[in-house]
């Protein structure tokens, strides 16, 4: 039986990383999402570009698009949906991760 990916991208998440993808200067494999170490609660999320595949890396490939997950990142990222949201004060990628226990209270940290 095949395991569940890892994680899973929106219509809005797939179409914006697709536009990110055809906007880079220099070839890409796809984007690269992880966690830092960060913020009042302890861990942000980062995407960065893709140039090539890392070991260990997770390979996501869904709705026609490939997000590698940061091998340091997989245990706190299992189960998650990576969503895309443009309003009038915020424009960018939100986690909707099963795996949080709390955020802070700017929203720019979580913890587990």
Not at 57 to 66: A, S, T
């Amino acid at each position: 039986m095949q395991r569940p990916q890892a994680m899973t991208l929106t219509d809005a998440a797939a179409a914006r990383v697709k536009a990110l993808i055809g906007q880079s200067e220099t070839p890409v494999v796809g984007l690269r999402v992880g966690v830092k170490a960060r913020g009042c609660s302890g861990m942000s999320y980062f995407v960065e570009y893709a140039e090539k595949e890392l070991p260990f890396e997770e390979v996501v490939e869904d709705k026609g698009v490939r997000i590698l997950i940061d091998p340091a990142a997989t245990m706190f990222l299992i189960g998650s949906e990576m969503d895309y949201r443009e309003d009038k004060l915020e424009t960018g990628f939100v986690f909707n991760n099963p795996n949080e226990k709390g955020r802070c209270g700017c929203g720019e940290s979580f913890h587990v």
